[in-house]
């Protein structure tokens, strides 16, 4: 779509249609006319307002994240110790992913063999979330919550790959996940390593 100002219903419906299908399917054998059946519109509504199909696939995620983020932002706020509010968005990234498995899936075994991926608006919206973990790490460092020799880069990495490989397994075969704990777990981990 050109223009993001407004979410016409038939925007909706599109979006909607291909999260659905996506929990049968994986992307590459979705074609666009089941993206148009299963919402009930034409197919040509489609590119009225995606580029294609992938671009469909990456604004599908880019609204995913911007909830996401803005649900990760609210659940730290009113928080003031590093190693609390990290926990929180350990904790809170398990529970989304854990609700929101079709997205998971996505972002975990579809687009990261696309390359335009990483141009997108989805991926810019990742690098947030992800700078949202450096910059807590970076001021619990400066706050003394958090070791001083603590490098905040590999600690973000750290964080992020435990929380992708907790659930990895369980969103391949669909099983359910005891999230808080694992959260428990991860952070017991991690953070005795890190606290001064």
């Not at 460092?141 to 990895?168: F, M, N, R, S, W």
């Not at 005891?178 to 952070?187: E, L």
């Amino acid at each position: 779509m050109k223009t993001r100002s407004t979410n016409p219903p038939g925007r909706i419906k599109i979006m909607k249609a291909l999260s659905t299908l996506m929990e049968k399917k994986d992307f590459d054998s979705i074609t666009t006319s089941e993206i148009a059946s299963e919402a009930g519109v034409t197919e040509g509504l489609i590119y009225k307002y995606f580029k294609d199909k992938k671009d469909l696939l990456y604004k599908l995620l880019e609204d995913h994240f911007q909830l996401f983020q803005k649900k990760i932002d609210a659940s730290i706020s009113g928080k003031t110790n590093a190693i609390e509010k990290l926990e929180v968005i350990i904790n809170t990234s398990l529970e989304s992913w854990t609700k929101s498995k079709v997205f998971a899936k996505i972002l975990l075994l579809e687009v990261r063999s696309y390359p335009d991926y990483y141009k997108s608006r989805a991926y810019e919206l990742i690098k947030v979330y992800a700078k949202t973990v450096a910059t807590i790490i970076k001021q619990g460092v400066a706050t003394g919550d958090i070791k001083k020799d603590t490098d905040h880069q590999t600690l973000t990495k750290i964080i992020l790959g435990a929380i992708e490989h907790a659930c990895l397994g369980d969103i391949i075969f669909e099983r359910d996940i005891d999230i808080d704990h694992i959260s428990k777990n991860i952070c017991k981990t991690i953070f005795k390593g890190i606290q001064p």
